[in-house]
């Protein structure tokens, strides 16, 4: 995709629907995420002495799922380690057949009766 970029940013630039800058910005660091070529820091293993390098990351929260994964692993331990209280929590779901998500997409009434009736049920 990184090959394709430059053709779609002008493509959408000439069909007078330019893409925002922060979007351009995201892109451009996702296909950079991860690559030892655009940027390393070298690490050592205080135990064994054994050294290692590991490519920077974007950093990024629109489109990079390494990223996006890093930052929910970190932002589920700092809820459990210091924002929830350290008391059973439940959490239910609620599994909607597909070919009612349609149906409930863009009818608020029914998803209110459905919570309702799930809630009930819990």
């Known amino acids: 995709m990184s090959e394709n970029v430059e ?20 892109l451009r ?7 030892l070529c655009f940027g390393f820091a070298r690490a050592r293993c205080t135990g064994c002495g054994q050294g290692f390098v590991v490519a920077f990351s974007c950093k990024a929260r629109g489109v990079c799922p390494s990223c ?15 924002v929830i209280p350290p008391v059973p929590v439940r ?3 609620i599994s909607v ?3 009612l998500r349609g149906m409930l997409a863009d009818r608020p009434a029914a998803v209110s009766a459905l919570t309702k009736i799930f809630i009930a049920e819990i």
């Open 68 to 82: 996006n994964g890093r930052h929910m692993a970190q932002t589920a331990a700092h809820l459990s380690d210091h």
């Open 29 to 35: 660091c996702y296909f950079e995420c991860g690559i």
């Open 7 to 26: 053709s779609w940013l002008a493509w959408r630039e000439a069909a007078e629907r330019p893409v925002p800058g922060y979007v351009e910005e995201e």
């Open 97 to 99: 057949p597909k070919r």
């Open 91 to 93: 959490q239910w779901v």
